[in-house]
């Protein structure tokens, strides 16, 4: 019999129900085993509890944990939840705040005069098992507003009352009750806490101010983990082992390439080796930039506030810039973005349509503000170089200059031995200039010059720049982290504010397309992936020192200083150590160091001219004649073969 609800799943099939029916009969009435394995399910699109009723035709999909990113988002919410139950119950008068899913995990946020301790972690990890073994029942309430408010007030829950009072007047109240336990949320959670399984584990605490605002309290974050099984887990844990050991900060002390200082908070002081490896970076894409037909400027650091007001960044991004008034009052702005600089620059002089496109390229430092808790290392700075360029074309270049800077993208990237890496596709945020009808136009050309290559994308929606969409390039390193670097903006509004123009075919000023460009991101940052990536020991056309010439005895040190001297010819940065050392202590420490040559010479290589090379982590040495040795080597840093 047919009847009067109709329900499409994802393989074409349609059942059919006579009366209003939950996502979880659909599944029992599927079978046995997806009811047993169902989580949660999508319906129209939309995540929701299995609980939820489907009222009129629906198209649905049951998540089940063969849908990761659905079931990780589940698990780790509702892991947030039997987290807080277990904190209440172990430690009665602790409130309850806000408690997320993260990517990796989840925190909570308590507020609790007492700190917790590291010891208190095991305890509550310990209750959060138990819990998990009392399969309590995720189950839904719609509150009446001030019935909510009134209950965590009884409760001495203020933020949590607070929370309610703020929440748009139209908002419905949904509370989540597991056991007698009960948290405001607006779901969906798994079915019930069995389902979120014992692959969790809690990391770390932190402090963290209410609401994120350094004028409220502070409250005590626990951090968690929590994955779909075991071998994910663990899988984890020994990525953040290897994460550990591969610390750029770490390294970058072991290797003498930088470190920072309290009165320069997120800024890098640059050591020598370090400022080598960072102008290679940048000799490195000059050279790409110049074959690729971009030329080079320089913009100002410090410009006046009207710029940045006629450029949109006052209005949007006004919290992010260091400012300053000088004696005569006009107030100042350190450049956050390099795009308005670039504009001038375009602006002088005529443009012809038959100069276009004119790919304009900026080693420009940036200073953004950043709070002091998000920064780490050279990673998460507030001053820092980007590889910018500006692209100015016509709309109908635009798609072409757009695949060539993906090409060129990921073919740099290859150079620096990453071979994996996503482009996300980033639209239009909440927070904008200019009107919808360009925006469409923008976000079908961009996607459009990706689908025209064949390249796969997926959406990061509403994360587009405040002046047009973007593209997202995320590279895979050696241990699986995703790192989010290149980027890809198509703009018409920044050069419409500040009045860039080129000459069409008709004589008529027309406003060109403007194409916002990063290879790397920040030198900074990519610095750091690449010391992470390659766990110190970078290639030798990379490596800042490439070779340490160490004697055994203090008889052989003019042959050393011979042969110190020959590598430095041949452009292969060279140190000698002759101290009154042991020869094992001298290449112990070289190795810590991460230089990727020792070149090892007693008496024997002396009478032969000859010189013992060690390679970083190897064992064996290898015996080459000078002259042999010094060609292995410049063979061997040359670099990339897209720079010869």
Same mark, same amino acid.
């Given at each position: 019999?047919?009847?009067?609800?109709?329900?499409s799943?994802? %393989?074409?099939?349609?059942?059919?129900?006579?009366?209003?029916?939950?996502?979880?009969?659909v =599944?029992a009435?599927?079978?046995?085993?997806?009811?047993?394995?169902?989580?949660?399910?999508?319906?129209?699109?939309?995540?929701?509890?299995?609980?939820?009723?489907?009222?009129?035709?629906?198209?649905?999909?049951?998540?089940?944990?063969?849908?990761?990113?659905?079931?990780?988002?589940?698990?780790?919410? %509702?892991?947030?939840?039997?987290?807080?139950?277990?904190?209440?119950?172990?430690?009665p008068?602790?409130?309850?705040?806000?408690?997320?899913?993260?990517?990796?995990?989840?925190?909570?946020?308590?507020?609790r005069?007492?700190?917790?301790?590291?010891?208190?972690?095991?305890?509550?990890?310990?209750?959060?098992?138990?819990?998990?073994?009392?399969?309590?029942?995720?189950?839904?309430?719609?509150?009446d507003? @001030? %019935?909510?408010?009134?209950?965590?007030?009884?409760?001495?829950?203020?933020?949590?009352?607070?929370?309610?009072?703020?929440?748009?007047?139209?908002?419905?109240?949904?509370?989540?009750?597991?056991?007698? &336990?009960?948290?405001?949320?607006?779901?969906?959670?798994?079915?019930?806490?069995?389902?979120?399984?014992?692959?969790f584990k809690?990391?770390?605490?932190? #402090?963290?101010? &209410?609401? #994120?605002?350094?004028?409220?309290?502070?409250?005590q974050?626990?951090?968690?983990?929590?994955?779909?099984?075991d071998?994910?887990?663990?899988?984890?844990?020994?990525?953040?082992?290897?994460?550990?050991?591969?610390?750029?900060? /770490?390294?970058?002390?072991?290797?003498?390439?930088?470190?920072?200082?309290?009165?320069?908070p997120?800024?890098?002081? &640059?050591?020598?080796?370090?400022?080598?490896?960072?102008?290679?970076?940048i000799?490195?894409?000059?050279?790409?930039?110049?074959?690729?037909?971009?030329?080079?400027?320089?913009?100002?650091?410090?410009?006046? *506030?009207?710029?940045?007001?006629?450029?949109?960044?006052?209005?949007?991004?006004?919290? $992010?810039?260091?400012?300053?008034?000088?004696?005569?009052?006009?107030?100042?702005?350190?450049?956050?973005?390099?795009?308005?600089?670039?504009?001038?620059?375009?602006?002088?002089?005529?443009?012809?349509?038959?100069?276009?496109?004119r790919?304009?390229?900026?080693?420009g430092?940036?200073?953004?503000?950043?709070?002091?808790?998000?920064?780490?290392?050279?990673?998460?700075?507030?001053?820092?170089?980007?590889?910018?360029?500006?692209?100015?074309?016509?709309?109908?270049?635009?798609?072409?200059?757009?695949?060539?800077?993906?090409?060129?993208?990921? %073919?740099?990237?290859?150079?620096?031995?990453?071979?994996d890496?996503?482009?996300k596709?980033?639209?239009?945020?909440?927070?904008?200039?200019?009107?919808?009808?360009?925006? @469409?136009?923008?976000?079908?050309?961009?996607?459009?010059?990706?689908?025209?290559?064949?390249?796969?994308?997926?959406? $990061?929606?509403?994360?587009?720049?405040?002046?047009?969409?973007?593209?997202?390039?995320v590279?895979?390193?050696?241990?699986?982290?995703?790192?989010?670097?290149?980027?890809?903006?198509?703009?018409?509004?920044?050069?419409?504010?500040?009045?860039?123009?080129?000459v069409?075919t008709?004589? $008529?000023k027309?406003?060109?397309?403007?194409?916002?460009?990063?290879?790397?991101?920040?030198?900074?940052?990519?610095?750091?992936?690449?010391?992470?990536?390659?766990?110190?020991?970078?290639?030798? &056309?990379?490596?800042?020192?490439?070779?340490?010439?160490?004697?055994?005895t203090? @008889?052989?040190?003019?042959?050393?200083?011979?042969?110190?001297?020959?590598f430095?010819?041949?452009?292969?940065?060279c140190?000698?150590?002759? /101290?009154?050392?042991?020869? $094992?202590?001298?290449?112990?420490?070289?190795?810590v160091?991460?230089?990727?040559?020792?070149?090892?010479?007693g008496?024997?290589?002396?009478?032969?001219?000859?010189?013992?090379?060690? *390679?970083?982590?190897?064992?064996?040495?290898?015996?080459? =004649?000078?002259?042999?040795?010094?060609?292995?080597?410049?063979?061997?840093?040359?670099?990339p073969?897209?720079t *010869?």
């Amino acid at each position: 019999m047919d009847g009067n609800i109709s329900v499409s799943l994802p %393989d074409g099939s349609v059942l059919s129900y006579d009366k209003p029916v939950s996502a979880a009969e659909v =599944a029992a009435s599927i079978g046995p085993g997806l009811a047993k394995a169902a989580l949660a399910a999508r319906i129209n699109g939309t995540l929701v509890d299995l609980s939820t009723m489907i009222e009129g035709d629906a198209e649905l999909a049951l998540i089940t944990k063969k849908d990761e990113d659905d079931a990780l988002e589940l698990i780790r919410h %509702d892991a947030a939840h039997v987290m807080a139950q277990a904190v209440q119950e172990l430690f009665p008068g602790t409130q309850v705040t806000i408690g997320p899913s993260i990517e990796n995990g989840f925190y909570y946020d308590f507020a609790r005069e007492i700190p917790f301790t590291p010891e208190d972690l095991v305890v509550i990890e310990k209750r959060m098992a138990e819990i998990v073994d009392r399969d309590l029942p995720f189950e839904r309430e719609v509150w009446d507003r @001030d %019935d909510a408010v009134k209950l965590y007030e009884e409760k001495g829950e203020k933020y949590k009352a607070e929370l309610i009072r703020d929440l748009p007047a139209d908002e419905i109240v949904s509370m989540y009750r597991q056991g007698d &336990w009960i948290d405001l949320c607006r779901g969906p959670h798994l079915p019930s806490t069995k389902k979120v399984g014992k692959a969790f584990k809690l990391m770390k605490l932190a #402090g963290a101010y &209410w609401r #994120g605002d350094s004028r409220n309290e502070m409250l005590q974050r626990i951090y968690g983990t929590a994955w779909t099984d075991d071998k994910q887990l663990k899988a984890y844990l020994r990525m953040l082992e290897e994460a550990e050991k591969r610390d750029h900060r /770490r390294l970058g002390r072991e290797m003498n390439l930088f470190h920072f200082q309290e009165e320069a908070p997120g800024a890098v002081f &640059w050591h020598p080796k370090g400022w080598t490896l960072f102008r290679r970076l940048i000799n490195y894409m000059r050279t790409r930039q110049d074959r690729a037909g971009y030329v080079e400027i320089n913009t100002p650091a410090v410009m006046d *506030r009207s710029l940045w007001e006629r450029s949109g960044h006052w209005d949007t991004f006004r919290q $992010n810039m260091f400012t300053t008034q000088t004696v005569d009052e006009r107030v100042f702005a350190l450049k956050p973005m390099n795009c308005p600089g670039g504009i001038q620059v375009f602006k002088q002089g005529i443009t012809s349509y038959k100069d276009l496109p004119r790919r304009i390229a900026e080693f420009g430092k940036v200073n953004r503000y950043e709070p002091s808790g998000s920064l780490h290392g050279i990673m998460r700075v507030r001053e820092f170089t980007q590889d910018d360029a500006h692209i100015f074309c016509t709309m109908e270049q635009m798609q072409q200059e757009s695949r060539d800077v993906v090409e060129l993208i990921l %073919d740099i990237y290859k150079d620096f031995g990453f071979e994996d890496v996503r482009i996300k596709f980033a639209d239009r945020p909440e927070k904008r200039i200019g009107s919808d009808e360009d925006w @469409d136009q923008l976000e079908t050309a961009l996607k459009g010059a990706l689908e025209q290559m064949g390249y796969e994308y997926s959406y $990061n929606p509403g994360e587009g720049s405040f002046y047009g969409p973007k593209l997202e390039f995320v590279l895979r390193d050696a241990i699986g982290r995703d790192w989010q670097c290149g980027t890809l903006q198509v703009d018409m509004n920044m050069p419409r504010r500040l009045e860039a123009t080129y000459v069409d075919t008709d004589g $008529n000023k027309q406003y060109p397309v403007m194409l916002h460009r990063a290879l790397f991101g920040s030198l900074e940052r990519f610095a750091g992936i690449l010391i992470e990536h390659y766990a110190g020991r970078l290639p030798l &056309w990379l490596a800042p020192q490439k070779a340490v010439v160490a004697t055994i005895t203090s @008889d052989v040190d003019d042959y050393g200083r011979e042969v110190a001297a020959a590598f430095n010819a041949a452009g292969i940065a060279c140190e000698t150590d002759f /101290r009154n050392e042991k020869i $094992n202590y001298k290449v112990r420490e070289h190795s810590v160091a991460k230089i990727p040559v020792i070149a090892v010479l007693g008496a024997r290589e002396a009478e032969n001219r000859t010189v013992a090379l060690r *390679r970083l982590g190897g064992k064996e040495q290898e015996i080459l =004649a000078l002259e042999d040795a010094v060609a292995r080597l410049v063979e061997e840093a040359a670099g990339p073969r897209s720079t *010869r």
